[in-house]
């Protein structure tokens, strides 16, 4: 499990060794980010590089209202790559 923490303008992410293995991406850092906007779709930029497009939607879950976030690292303000993460999370309240 990886846990992103947002503060603007700073990504604080505490990563387990799987989530680490997995992915070279997540780690135990810090990372300034920012978020542009191309035609009104929003991408995450991490560290001046682009990391992916982002959707926030919200689901019911057990009657409450949850928020996700899903940034897709195979869609980036450039165009598609061939592979990439999708990063999937869910609000901690």
Not at 4 to 29: G, H, K, R, V, Y
Request: with cysteine; charged share 20%; aromatic share 10%.
């Amino acid at each position: 499990m990886s846990v992103w923490t947002f503060q603007s303008p700073t990504i604080s992410i505490e990563a387990d060794n799987f989530s680490i293995s997995l992915c070279p991406l997540i780690d135990n850092q810090d990372h300034t980010y920012s978020i542009i906007f191309l035609e009104e779709t929003p991408f995450l930029i991490r560290d001046n590089e682009d990391f992916g497009q982002i959707t926030i939607t919200e689901s019911t879950v057990d009657e409450q209202t949850v928020e996700n976030l899903s940034i897709d690292g195979g869609i980036l303000p450039s165009g598609q790559v061939e592979d990439g993460f999708i990063y999937s999370f869910t609000r901690d309240k």
